[in-house]
């Protein structure tokens, strides 16, 4: 597929191969969360704990997959690299070989309680300071209880929490790209901003979610 035919496009496929089809330096902002090596998704339920007060986290079936068991190579991050100018990438601990020095590192602090990781980190290449994102994530519990997000995804990221990252580092009209496009999340986001995008997925189950998410409207 060429280069143009690509934006605002969800494009099923291995976001490597993908990716070798995009000039240098033609994205404006990289923002993905890739697999973390930690088997998240290979036995497909994900969900437990206490969340609360007298309350407990629901289990949730999201299918066995496989994508998951190990951290992506190398290869993955290089053409990152090449084709954007800059990056946030989600989970930037586990990745710490494939990066540079950052003084920016972003922190999602999801006000848990004890389910799961209380906070995310993300690596970025911006040369500004630390910055914490607090938006509530924990198991039954969302920051907008009134219009909850539906998760479709075992990685799932807030649609809100995504939509802040982009309006401090991105700006209308700019192209973002997320490789490992999971449920579509950055394209909504994007979408609800007026930024271009291009989303890579290689699960078919995971591309039909993210186009039917694309086709609602403005997610709260």
């Not at 609360?52 to 629901?58: E, I, R, S, T």
């Not at 040369?127 to 009134?146: A, F, I, P, R």
């Not at 449920?183 to 699960?203: M, V």
């Amino acid at each position: 597929m060429k280069f143009e035919q690509m934006i605002n496009q969800v494009i099923q496929g291995d976001c490597l191969e993908v990716m070798k089809d995009i000039p240098d330096n033609s994205i404006d902002l990289i923002l993905t969360d890739p697999p973390y090596g930690i088997n998240m998704a290979s036995n497909g339920v994900v969900g437990f704990g206490e969340v609360g007060k007298n309350k407990k986290a629901k289990l949730k079936n999201y299918g066995i997959r496989k994508w998951d068991t190990e951290i992506p190579s190398k290869e993955y991050f290089d053409e990152i690299f090449r084709i954007s100018k800059n990056q946030i990438i989600f989970g930037g601990n586990y990745f710490v070989e494939y990066l540079k020095n950052s003084p920016c590192w972003l922190v999602w602090d999801k006000d848990n309680t004890g389910n799961f990781a209380d906070c995310e980190l993300c690596w970025t290449s911006f040369k500004t300071s630390v910055k914490k994102y607090k938006y509530t994530w924990n198991g039954m519990l969302q920051e907008n209880m009134k219009q909850k997000e539906v998760r479709q995804h075992p990685t799932q990221k807030p649609v809100e929490l995504i939509r802040r990252i982009l309006v401090d580092y991105s700006d209308e009209g700019e192209l973002i790209c997320d490789p490992f496009g999971g449920s579509g999340t950055t394209a909504r986001a994007c979408k609800d901003l007026n930024r271009k995008y291009i989303l890579i997925e290689k699960e078919p189950d995971y591309v039909k979610i993210c186009n039917q998410r694309l086709a609602q409207n403005n997610l709260f």
